[in-house]
């Protein structure tokens, strides 16, 4: 168990419509990360926060958006979702930004987001 | 942005030592360089990080040459449950922090 927390693990909605999945970091963590991992791109990251804020920027479609609330939790919203955003999602913490360093990242077991 | 490059896949067999070498010619002077592993369908595990030298802990080793252009994760006498896809990551040193995977070494360890 790395301690991250995801909600739901399984998601199953229609195309077009908007979904919002949720992260809760390990205790202590101040960053949180967001990937995506399909089948045909591996994966990819999407998005970082530290303390609230945006730090770094990646792959992420303006369909998407996601925010770091006070408690640190992280929510990732999807919208106006195609068949192509079916993927699982991870959110993954650690405690430092990371700035002119590496550090360890704890990811969750993800959620499952199907398309139909 | 430092990229690398690693085998698609390796195959083994139980008992054996596996090296796994992954090539980050830009690697840049504060990066670091990290392994995860991931299992199917879980999200990647920490395994190993280090800057130059040798680092090794209950799991595995790393070794990065003096140049730290490449770096080699070896696994002491794998077993089968080490069948996963094992990823070599160089750590973002500019503003913000992202972790870059590339498409990973699948590992098969055979009985």
């Known amino acids: 168990d790395s301690g991250v927390t995801q909600t739901p693990k399984h998601l199953i909605t229609a195309t077009g419509q908007r979904v919002t999945l949720r992260c809760s970091p390990r205790s202590g963590d101040l960053s949180v990360y967001w990937y995506q991992q399909s089948l045909d791109q591996g994966l990819q990251f999407l998005i970082q926060?530290?303390?609230?804020?945006?730090?770094a920027k990646g792959n992420i479609l303006e369909r998407f958006s996601a925010q770091q609330f006070p408690d640190l939790h992280s929510e990732l919203n999807l919208s106006s979702l195609e068949l192509g955003d079916s993927a699982l999602y991870f959110c993954?913490?650690?405690?430092?930004?990371?700035?002119?360093?590496?550090?360890?990242?704890?990811f969750g077991q993800g959620t499952r987001l199907t398309v139909v | 942005l430092a990229k690398t490059t690693q085998p698609i896949s390796m195959d083994s067999y139980e008992g054996q030592e596996v090296n796994i070498t992954c090539s980050h010619n830009n690697i840049a002077t504060n990066d670091y360089i990290t392994w995860y592993q991931q299992f199917p369908s879980q999200g990647p595990r920490f395994i190993i990080q280090g800057y130059k030298t040798k680092v090794t802990n209950e799991v595995a080793s790393l070794f990065i040459p003096a140049d730290r252009k490449s770096s080699t994760l070896s696994l002491p006498r794998v077993s089968l449950s080490d069948t996963a896809v094992y990823y070599c990551?160089?750590?973002?040193?500019?503003?913000?922090?992202?972790?870059?995977f590339g498409a990973g070494t699948r590992l098969f360890v055979k009985a």
């Open positions: 926060y530290y303390n609230g804020e945006e730090r």
């Open positions: 990551l160089v750590g973002e040193s500019t503003g913000g922090f992202k972790t870059i």
């Open positions: 993954a913490s650690s405690t430092r930004p990371g700035q002119n360093m590496n550090t360890e990242a704890f």
